[in-house]
Each structure stands twice: as C-alpha cells, then as structure tokens.
C-alpha cells in the first residue's frame, strides 16, 4: 500500500471498521475488555502498514496474546472481520489476498496450542 496521506487515511479507517466488528463479535469481545483501544488501534495501523508494504513489525506478536487463550476458531473470526473491513474500505482483491496470506503466516504467533 503506497506510503501517502490516502493509504493511512484508508488504513486507519479499517482499523477502526475491523475494530468495529471485533468489538460487536459476542465470541470476541470479552478479550477486549479493558484494554485501551485507541492504543491498540494506532499499534494495529502500523502493524497493517508494515504488512501490506511488506516490511516487518516491532510488535512481538507471542508475548502480546500469550496467556490469552486465543484458539484457531477465535483466530479465523478475527481476520474474517479484518478482510471485511480492508474490502469495506476499498482495498483491492490483489492486497486483500496478501494480507490474508499474511496473516495466515502470524497463527502461530497468536493461537495457543
């Protein structure tokens, strides 16, 4: 995604969609609760920047969801609402198919076996 005013426009309004979503989710919600969301949706922007450029996070993504109990099912129900809203927003087919490979690669990271 081309690094200008447009892109961070168009990427923070996912968040806030994708975020939008995850907090609506009954099945997903709980896990919010408490956190600072205006932080975790600045920390996601650029997560999802750096991804879609395809750079690498400062984010340890093992020590931010350990002990959070997060399975594969909660995992799928997230980046269906992340594809939802990067589509919602206008992303294009070609970089809704990268970030989904993308995050794909990240399960190991978050899902607790």
Do not use: N
Not at 38 to 53: I, K
Not at 61 to 85: E, K, N, P, T, W
């Amino acid at each position: 995604m081309p690094e200008t005013t447009g892109a961070r426009t168009l990427l923070a309004t996912a968040v806030d969609r994708f975020y939008d979503l995850v907090l609506d989710d009954p099945a997903l919600a709980t896990w919010f609760k408490g956190v600072d969301m205006a932080r975790l949706r600045r920390h996601q922007a650029e997560f999802l920047g750096s991804a879609l450029d395809g750079g690498t996070s400062r984010f340890d993504l093992v020590r931010a969801h350990a002990g959070l109990g997060i399975d594969d099912v909660a995992y799928d129900r997230v980046c269906a609402h992340l594809l939802s809203a990067m589509a919602t927003v206008g992303v294009g087919e070609g970089y809704l198919k990268e970030l989904q490979q993308a995050v794909e690669g990240l399960r190991d990271q978050v899902v607790e076996a």
